[in-house]
């Protein structure tokens, strides 16, 4: 049946939700049960099909031999890398031409994902007339040409399409990974890639080199703790402050080294340098769609299909930029102002109880503030036109790291620039750095256990009151499939849709470095503290992905995206305050005086550095008419390109080719 | 015989120089005349040979008919953009397949340069055994399969291989460019690509748009001239100097847009963005040894290999820092005390005839040091072994604008910082940009003729002695030939076998945009000399390259190179000199103070900005044996490509291939 037969292992890697059906099932004739003509057209499609009832729910599990996604993949014409290295679409006949994954599989999981899901999806009622279905005593029609699942979605019959754990390679990864305490900072990298797709990979990846990299900050911090250093010890943190830049910077431009090496690793065509780095063409999600739409907008370099083009980009350059303008106003003239109310009202009050109320009140609101924002930044986003998912969900992050950007610091900066106090500062690092990582590793695992342990409870008490009596003994959640259904998503906090639970990690990761770089000159000792929190990071977010959520929705992006960019900027900033703190520090009685003027022309100075730096940023350096005629005609090299597919796949298929095939 | 015959006019584009012969031609037997035996070998290989005496030399005119050149770029596979609007080698059979020029030739004057250079060096002798060879009583031998233009050359008989003017297109462009004065800025860009190829065209373009462009500062710096701001006086120069920045952050954002638009529009692939921005692959001047060398020292992945790669790209890069190093110190521990020597000199000696004569004196010292300089820069070059010609160019230029910087720049400075006396710099800014400019356009252009009036009266006078009465009448430079060779190359007045006259154009050009950009405070005024000096420039340099130079030899780099960083540098400079010059205005009284402790935490941030900024360039972002991989990937999918060429070319040859052919 299957050329690769003998390597291939079923696994069943997707499942369907359903409401538990009552006992009134065989009901009006004529009806189709609607599971049943479901379980059908998945057989008719190749797939295996295993159909298990739970407590509260009924479940179908999915597993695809690679025929079945092969022939969607040549469908969906996903871009694959081939043996000579170029990305060419995919044709099942031509199968050997194109690269295998490490471990010998034809696709990788991002693209299974995406193959299952435009199977599904793709199931569409080819009669003429309306099929009834019923499920449950409900009654409803099939439209013809409407697809069979988004139907059952809207008649809530169909709760939920999620992807499941391969039970093998998770306890694999559970002991080579999670549970690898001995190697501080050793991953397997690659097995992450495979089971979890680029973009997850990718953060393991930065958050391992990010720690192993902190270990020489940590030591140096911890040296100039505890050496004297006599005479020159007054050259010892403007020392300390150099080399922690430098640091800093280099250690970015060898992460951006190791990112493109792991994706030559993994065969990934990319573009790491110019833009936010995804892949251009040849992208898992949105292959098909792109070019189609660029051919029809741009026909052999009219001029006013140009200058159309043109004008686009400006318009949605312009609107990009009133929205970040809303967003960066919003922030300074509301969020701002609250935030120094708080960090003042809570160092004027003296009594501990009213300080312990003040903060629980100010959570409240800021968490209530946070979400506001959120969704305010959607739907701003939505007006963008951005037509890339991945670039959206950048556009998205850079708007909420401002939000938590003053929400985390702002204290901090009041207690260091206006109280001047460097012991105080020193206590509010530690207590945010011990508090905020600590508690919210805790929370961040405990919490979906035991939402995850509520709903367990629930299914349990469904099945008892539907059973009542008739069953004995203890009522269990029993089949794996419940149980993952019922652990909760990996989904971002915020924003969603564009987000998964990567932005939290993420975010964590760009706060506590924020946290270490701009305060370093005050409290050198954070970056150990930072490296010991990162160490538990790597196996608690491990432990958190394989077995607290459930298996998270593969995504293609190939870099950490806007995250980098953000990293840079906390750079940029912490140059600027650790300034601010020598200063402090070096001017302990308020001698030094700036003349309004010096002050002026200096402040003028770093305007003008921020224009030089950061607003050649706003204008692209490639317009986007050319872009578009370049993405188009890749895209219309490889559309020609079946017979250079033929070629590399080997003699075997040319012969075939020859000979007259109906 | 040719598919195109009937689009195409034979030009003479290429010319062989040979010295007078004597009269003792008919000398000894069973040796061959060497002109004899090129003109025939060339004739063999289907190109147009047209011998013309001249006074003082013999000329061979050479021209091809488009089948010649194609066989040579199939044979050099010459990487050309399809109709698709990808590049592939380039194959006779297949010549529908590939994008034609705009005035419809097939090769762009690069790539018929590279094809008349390979073939004219191709030349060898077949035979197994040496050809006796004479020329003008002098005689050699033909080794076997040893080119024959090498022999002649080593022989002293060829004295040149150098492009010849076309008469046509330089009468009409010297219509439609060099003498319309008409529009200022206006300039037939594309004509002048057909005509002169990528990089002078991009140069021109360059001019053009920044002559543009400064229109705006120049207009903003005469309004702050006549204009009275009555009480808001003191803002004027803070808000010019935001101005003036942001102006020049724009409009090298927007040249990098209309670099890419250019290259689109003349169907060259390109990657701008990253790196110097030369052609990757499909490079027209080494694109074949390219990959070959890859290919053997990268194999399948192999970690081995890759480490050698790794250790290749460090050690290349460590002896570059250490060049630069070199360089750099070099420059501040020679040249900067000696120009300081000479501007504090200057100042402090009384009579105008001593300070005249230290000028000249200065100006001797400083020519010989400049030669000095760049001689050694070359050979620290030399040792980088970077594989690619233009980024040896590159690195050339880098290092010779260094020196550049402190010749002209220091005695300015001397002026700014040290007397503080806006007065005297406004006087020695006026005088550097009128001496300077107006007396370098006039000198560029007027030196080379009197050069190429002397060589003519030489040949002249040549001629006169060896004809001894014979000839009655007036001796001229008849043949058109002959005149052109007579006048002098467009080269590089230092490093002159990496560069091409285009060095000093741009090294005009960036001297002058650092003069107008750092002292923009001190004298907005400037920005109208500048414009009023670019206008005049544009025709001038138009004028040389037509009239005054030979044709120069094409080269293919498609960016401005190495000097978009100069020009980016020069920025960032500026913002740091105005900022000083302010603070000299507002301080007329020298009242303001800086704490010591101040002064070096801002120094600290100053040096932390550069590293953030400036270092993180020195580690590519791409690792070198990811990009080997890259480009050994896409070289060898271009080498498999036949079939996809024949797909494109269209049905005609498709037929042809299933039809046996031999």
């Given at each position: 049946?299957?050329?690769?037969?003998?390597?291939?292992v079923?696994?069943?890697e997707?499942?369907?939700?359903?409401?538990?059906?009552?006992?009134k099932?065989?009901?009006?004739?004529?009806?189709?049960?609607?599971?049943?003509?479901?379980v059908?057209?998945?057989?008719?499609?190749?797939?295996?099909?295993?159909?298990i009832?739970?407590l509260?729910h009924e479940f179908?599990k999915l597993?695809?031999?690679?025929e079945?996604?092969?022939k969607?993949?040549a469908?969906?014409?996903i871009?694959k890398?081939?043996?000579i290295?170029?990305?060419?679409?995919?044709?099942?006949?031509?199968v050997?031409?194109f690269v295998?994954?490490a471990?010998g599989s034809?696709?990788?999981?991002?693209?299974?994902?995406h193959?299952y899901h435009h199977?599904?999806?793709?199931?569409?009622?080819?009669?003429?007339t309306a099929?009834?279905l019923?499920?449950?005593g409900?009654?409803f029609c099939w439209?013809?040409?409407e697809?069979?699942?988004?139907r059952?979605?809207l008649?809530?019959?169909l709760?939920?399409v999620?992807?499941?754990?391969?039970e093998?390679k998770?306890?694999?990864?559970l002991?080579s990974?999670?549970f690898?305490?001995?190697d501080?900072?050793?991953?397997?990298?690659?097995?992450?890639y495979l089971y979890?797709?680029t973009?997850?990979?990718?953060y393991?990846a930065?958050?391992g080199?990010?720690?192993r990299?902190?270990l020489f900050p940590?030591?140096?911090?911890?040296i100039?703790?505890?050496?004297d250093?006599g005479s020159?010890?007054?050259?010892?943190l403007?020392?300390?402050f150099?080399?922690?830049?430098?640091?800093?910077v280099?250690?970015?431009q060898?992460?951006?080294?190791?990112?493109y090496?792991?994706?030559?690793?993994?065969?990934i065509?990319?573009?790491?340098?110019?833009?936010?780095g995804?892949?251009?063409f040849g992208?898992?999600?949105?292959s098909?769609?792109?070019?189609?739409e660029?051919e029809?907008?741009?026909?052999?370099?009219?001029?006013?299909?140009?200058?159309a083009?043109?004008r686009?980009?400006w318009?949605?350059r312009?609107?990009r930029i009133?929205?970040d303008?809303i967003?960066v106003l919003?922030i300074i003239?509301?969020?701002?102002?609250?935030?120094?109310?708080?960090?003042?009202l809570y160092?004027?009050?003296?009594?501990d109880?009213?300080?312990?109320g003040?903060?629980a009140?100010?959570?409240?609101?800021?968490?209530?503030?946070t979400?506001i924002?959120?969704?305010?930044?959607a739907?701003l986003?939505?007006?963008?036109?951005?037509?890339?998912?991945?670039?959206?969900?950048?556009?998205?992050?850079y708007?909420l790291?401002?939000?938590?950007?003053?929400?985390?610091y702002?204290?901090?900066?009041?207690?260091?620039?206006l109280?001047?106090?460097i012991l105080?500062?020193?206590?509010v690092?530690?207590?945010?750095?011990?508090?905020?990582?600590?508690f919210?590793?805790?929370l961040?695992n405990?919490?979906?256990?035991f939402?995850?342990?509520?709903?367990?409870?629930?299914?349990v008490?469904?099945?008892?009151q539907?059973?009542?009596?008739?069953?004995?003994?203890?009522?269990?959640?029993?089949?794996?499939?419940e149980?993952?259904?019922?652990k909760?998503?990996y989904?971002?906090?915020?924003?969603?849709?564009?987000e998964?639970?990567l932005f939290?990690?993420?975010l964590?990761?760009?706060?506590?470095?924020?946290m270490?770089?701009?305060?370093?000159?005050a409290?050198?000792?954070?970056?150990?503290f930072a490296?010991i929190?990162?160490?538990?990071?790597?196996?608690?977010?491990?432990?958190?992905?394989?077995?607290?959520h459930k298996?998270?929705?593969?995504?293609?992006?190939a870099?950490i995206?806007?995250w980098l960019?953000?990293?840079?900027f906390?750079?940029?900033?912490?140059i600027?305050?650790?300034?601010?703190?020598?200063v402090c520090?070096?001017?302990?009685e308020g001698?030094?005086?700036?003349?309004?003027?010096?002050?002026?022309?200096?402040?003028?100075?770093?305007?003008l550095?921020?224009?030089k730096?950061?607003?050649s940023?706003?204008?692209?350096?490639e317009?986007a008419?050319?872009?578009?005629?370049?993405?188009?005609n890749?895209?219309?090299?490889q559309?020609v390109s079946r017979?250079l597919?033929r070629s590399i796949?080997?003699?075997e298929?040319k012969?075939?080719?020859?000979?007259p095939?109906?």
């Amino acid at each position: 049946m299957s050329v690769f037969k003998e390597d291939e292992v079923l696994v069943y890697e997707i499942a369907l939700v359903f409401p538990k059906r009552g006992d009134k099932n065989e009901g009006n004739q004529g009806f189709n049960d609607a599971i049943c003509v479901l379980v059908d057209e998945l057989k008719k499609l190749g797939l295996f099909v295993e159909e298990i009832p739970g407590l509260a729910h009924e479940f179908i599990k999915l597993a695809a031999p690679v025929e079945a996604l092969g022939k969607v993949a040549a469908d969906l014409q996903i871009r694959k890398r081939t043996n000579i290295g170029m990305d060419l679409a995919f044709e099942w006949d031509q199968v050997k031409a194109f690269v295998r994954q490490a471990d010998g599989s034809l696709f990788s999981w991002c693209e299974r994902y995406h193959c299952y899901h435009h199977l599904l999806y793709g199931i569409v009622n080819t009669s003429k007339t309306a099929v009834s279905l019923q499920y449950d005593g409900k009654n409803f029609c099939w439209e013809p040409w409407e697809p069979l699942l988004r139907r059952l979605e809207l008649e809530g019959i169909l709760k939920q399409v999620f992807p499941l754990h391969d039970e093998t390679k998770k306890k694999k990864l559970l002991k080579s990974w999670a549970f690898h305490w001995l190697d501080f900072t050793a991953q397997p990298i690659d097995d992450i890639y495979l089971y979890f797709g680029t973009k997850i990979a990718i953060y393991f990846a930065f958050l391992g080199m990010y720690t192993r990299w902190l270990l020489f900050p940590a030591a140096l911090g911890i040296i100039l703790r505890i050496v004297d250093f006599g005479s020159l010890q007054f050259l010892v943190l403007p020392v300390f402050f150099i080399c922690i830049i430098s640091w800093a910077v280099f250690f970015f431009q060898f992460w951006k080294r190791k990112n493109y090496a792991l994706l030559a690793r993994w065969k990934i065509s990319y573009t790491v340098g110019t833009g936010p780095g995804y892949k251009i063409f040849g992208m898992d999600m949105n292959s098909r769609q792109h070019p189609l739409e660029f051919e029809k907008k741009l026909e052999s370099n009219n001029v006013k299909e140009k200058e159309a083009y043109q004008r686009d980009e400006w318009l949605g350059r312009l609107k990009r930029i009133r929205n970040d303008a809303i967003v960066v106003l919003s922030i300074i003239c509301l969020q701002l102002p609250f935030e120094l109310a708080y960090a003042h009202l809570y160092e004027i009050i003296g009594s501990d109880i009213v300080k312990f109320g003040l903060t629980a009140v100010y959570l409240l609101i800021i968490q209530y503030f946070t979400r506001i924002g959120g969704k305010i930044s959607a739907d701003l986003i939505k007006n963008e036109n951005i037509e890339n998912k991945e670039y959206r969900a950048d556009s998205l992050v850079y708007k909420l790291f401002g939000l938590y950007f003053m929400q985390t610091y702002i204290g901090v900066f009041y207690h260091a620039l206006l109280h001047r106090n460097i012991l105080t500062l020193q206590k509010v690092l530690i207590q945010r750095l011990i508090v905020s990582e600590v508690f919210e590793n805790l929370l961040e695992n405990s919490l979906p256990y035991f939402k995850y342990s509520y709903k367990k409870f629930r299914a349990v008490r469904y099945k008892k009151q539907h059973d009542k009596g008739s069953s004995t003994g203890k009522v269990k959640v029993t089949s794996r499939v419940e149980k993952e259904y019922l652990k909760s998503a990996y989904a971002a906090s915020i924003g969603g849709d564009l987000e998964d639970g990567l932005f939290d990690d993420f975010l964590e990761l760009a706060l506590q470095f924020g946290m270490i770089m701009m305060f370093a000159c005050a409290f050198p000792l954070t970056f150990a503290f930072a490296v010991i929190n990162n160490i538990m990071e790597i196996r608690t977010d491990a432990l958190k992905l394989l077995v607290i959520h459930k298996r998270p929705v593969p995504r293609a992006a190939a870099t950490i995206g806007a995250w980098l960019n953000i990293f840079q900027f906390l750079i940029v900033m912490s140059i600027c305050t650790n300034c601010a703190l020598l200063v402090c520090l070096y001017d302990a009685e308020g001698k030094w005086k700036l003349e309004p003027g010096l002050a002026a022309i200096l402040a003028i100075e770093h305007i003008l550095l921020l224009i030089k730096f950061g607003f050649s940023r706003i204008i692209p350096e490639e317009p986007a008419w050319v872009r578009a005629s370049r993405v188009k005609n890749a895209t219309h090299a490889q559309d020609v390109s079946r017979e250079l597919l033929r070629s590399i796949s080997g003699g075997e298929n040319k012969m075939r080719n020859v000979e007259p095939k109906e």
